[in-house]
T-cell receptor, first 111, second 110 residues
Framework: DTAVSQTPKYLVTQMGNDKSIKCEQN?????MYWYKQDSKKFLKIMFSYNNKELIINETVPNRFSPKSPDKAHLNLHINSLELGDSAVYFC??????????FGPGTRLLVL | QKEVEQNSGPLSVPEGAIASLNCTYS??????FFWYRQYSGKSPELIMFIYSNGDKEDGRFTAQLNKASQYVSLLIRDSQPSDSATYLCAVNRGAQKLVFGQGTRLTINP
């Protein structure tokens, strides 16, 4: 059983399109995160939800909108995709906010 | 100054030797420190965490923390080719947030 899963694994799309990435965790954790890893491998937090409530919202363009329908799911919708959005997006979950476990990642390429 | 700094490497170590990875952080209030391993094309995997000054050992891995010097390190004993990966240092800032360093790429040479 995969603890933290993401779909899709790969996403290739044109500039200006809208896309969504989904994340699910079966660890029973209360907190979920979205991270972005750029081409230089720098990993940076974007959002965090605790039991469906947004608790961290870093300086992210408002084209990015997270949604948490329940504490096991956290989705990321991106509007009007730009070239600079190309990156690997990781979902993670944690019970205590410290030990965080990552999903396999979604590789987004904007053409 | 970056919040968490690591030497990006690459760090090359012969098989069987000790690999030493270093990390410094800027926020004196940080309480929790983590090491993640990331293989190429894969997701970060938590391998060690340390909350108190001193050493913490787990198998071939030892994490060392010195809060006075704002320094955390990871030692890998008896390095194996399978240890070749990028190692990410992360520091807890606030209740829920991890701040990552840029990672050190480690290569173990057979």
């Amino acid at each position: 059983d995969t603890a933290v899963s993401q779909t899709p694994k790969y996403l290739v799309t044109q500039m200006g399109n809208d896309k969504s990435i989904k994340c699910e965790q079966n660890l029973g954790h209360d907190t979920m995160y979205w991270y972005k890893q750029d081409s230089k491998k720098f990993l940076k937090i974007m959002f965090s939800y605790n039991n469906k409530e947004l608790i961290i919202n870093e300086t992210v363009p408002n084209r990015f909108s997270p949604k948490s329908p329940d504490k096991a799911h956290l989705n990321l919708h991106i509007n009007s995709l730009e070239l600079g959005d190309s990156a690997v997006y990781f979902c993670a979950s944690s019970q205590d906010g410290r030990l965080q476990y990552f999903g396999p990642g979604t590789r987004l390429l904007v053409l | 100054q970056k919040e968490v700094e690591q030497n990006s490497g690459p760090l090359s170590v012969p098989e069987g030797a000790i690999a030493s990875l270093n990390c410094t952080y800027s926020d004196r209030g940080s309480q929790s420190f983590f090491w993640y391993r990331q293989y190429s094309g894969k997701s970060p995997e938590l391998i060690m965490f340390i909350y108190s000054n001193g050493d913490k050992e787990d198998g071939r891995f030892t994490a060392q923390l010195n809060k006075a010097s704002q320094y955390v390190s990871l030692l890998i004993r008896d390095s194996q080719p399978s240890d070749s990966a990028t190692y990410l240092c992360a520091v807890n800032r606030g209740a829920q947030k991890l701040v990552f360093g840029q990672g050190t790429r480690l290569t173990i040479n057979p």
